[in-house]
């Protein structure tokens, strides 16, 4: 039945373009409705303003089971199909990148994703279905030059290093359903094949804070890389603006072949709980063991710790600034303890326009050869501006500058002060 659900969405893709409305989640678009007044079809949209796995808007859901803050304003095209309501979304990134020093390389590519989510509601419950594409697979095996990061493997036998590897063709294939016990508590299970797990803060691509930055986290194996695993269960509940969850999932990470689906295992386990305190805030904190997550190091377990703060506020009606604080630690049980602080930032001072910086420092074992720790750091400053190009089309053209920061035994390896830039040009539905 799961599978023909999923065909069914990714049967949709084609149509997206031809879907009639689009309409912005933002917490500034909700329209307060006396419920005397509502007509059949009135309740329905009611009904479509709680969120997927609980009695809260809409605005709050992001990727996988994650919460952002219920400001934050993510655009879609939408058009109900029956008793479904079904959503699109599409952005494409054309990227040259270039990277400095004895460790960089420069390259153009494609990245970027597209989304189908499909939801039904019933008196007591909701039922949702998502899918989300990559073209990145497009690329190549070892994915786009990036300085200083490092995670998975392009063949098998060496570590990605200063390259950020490409997401599966497949980023997620899931279902949820949610149950309302009352006004205030509902219980939700979700799977995903692949899907994501309880852990960490909602993924790069799709957090407010981050969402018009290209380029991937250098922390991102510390924070979010597990929002691609082939097979997760989560079972959570929902009480009020509070949200306890835990997964079993599958610990090894995706192998270098990107565009088939690797095989589920339900090995590993991770626990979150998320706090929304308020309409511009959500914080999370969330554990996790991954059996065996390196395919080069598979008899290596790791334990993963996580806390994070995302801000997200409007102002003078068309504004909005974002911004998330995280800190990841991972301990493998070789005995090797590692840390990472990410802060990120994204202003909106128009729908039109986006500036961005991220900031980071990470201890990483894989960028010298012998497996010594290395601290660096990174700062990446970035905008882009789009114009309407047709009905819920954008075309819109970028550019960011990263600052890598190589001090003691990464100095004579890096060269004296390494730097990244992008430049891109977007293509964005929504
Ligand atoms: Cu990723």
């Not at 010594?372 to 905008?383: D, Q, S, V």
Request: proline fraction near 6%.
């Amino acid at each position: 039945m799961r599978r023909s659900a999923f065909l069914c969405v990714l049967l949709a893709f084609p149509a997206m373009p031809a879907f009639a409305q689009a309409h912005d989640h933002g917490a500034m678009g909700h329209t307060v409705m006396n419920m005397a007044d509502m007509d059949g079809a009135q309740m329905d949209m009611m009904q479509m303003d709680r969120g997927v796995l609980g009695p809260y808007p809409q605005s709050r859901e992001a990727s996988g089971t994650s919460w952002q803050p219920d400001a934050a304003s993510h655009g879609g095209v939408h058009t109900m199909l029956g008793d479904w309501m079904v959503m699109g979304h599409l952005r494409l990134d054309a990227i040259y990148d270039w990277q400095t020093g004895p460790r960089g390389d420069d390259m153009p590519f494609l990245a970027g994703m597209a989304s189908v989510m499909a939801r039904r509601d019933f008196s007591h419950g909701t039922l949702n279905l998502r899918a989300m594409l990559s073209p990145d697979p497009f690329m190549g095996k070892r994915g786009y030059p990036l300085l200083l990061a490092a995670g998975e493997t392009a063949d098998g036998t060496t570590h990605l290093v200063d390259r950020q590897h490409p997401h599966d063709l497949f980023m997620e294939l899931s279902a949820s359903y949610s149950h309302r016990l009352s006004e205030q508590d509902s219980a939700f299970v979700y799977f995903g094949y692949p899907g994501e797990p309880a852990f960490g803060p909602t993924v790069f691509m799709h957090r407010a804070s981050g969402v018009d930055n290209p380029q991937a986290p250098i922390s991102h194996h510390w924070l979010d890389s597990t929002h691609i695993t082939f097979g997760v269960v989560t079972a959570g509940f929902v009480h009020q603006n509070w949200k306890l969850e835990m997964s079993r999932f599958t610990g090894r990470e995706p192998d270098q072949y990107r565009f088939n689906f690797d095989s589920a295992r339900f090995d590993s386990t991770a626990a979150r709980l998320s706090w929304n305190p308020d309409s511009n805030w959500s914080l999370q904190a969330s554990w996790a063991f991954l059996k065996s997550p390196e395919q080069l190091s598979p008899l290596e377990n790791e334990t993963r710790y996580s806390l994070s703060a995302t801000y997200v506020r409007h102002f003078d009606g068309v504004g909005q600034i974002a911004a998330t604080a995280a800190w990841g630690r991972k301990h493998n049980s070789a005995g090797l303890t590692l840390n990472a602080l990410l802060a990120e930032a994204e202003w909106k001072p128009a729908p039109d326009w986006a500036f961005f910086t991220r900031v980071e420092w990470v201890e990483n074992a894989e960028l010298l050869h012998d497996g010594e720790i290395a601290r660096p750091a990174k700062f990446t400053l970035g905008g882009v501006r789009s114009w309407p190009v047709a009905e819920h089309l954008k075309l819109g053209l970028g550019a960011l500058y990263d600052f890598n920061f190589t001090g003691g035994a990464l100095a004579p390896v890096y060269g004296s002060s390494p730097r990244g830039a992008m430049v891109f040009t977007r293509l964005s539905m929504e």
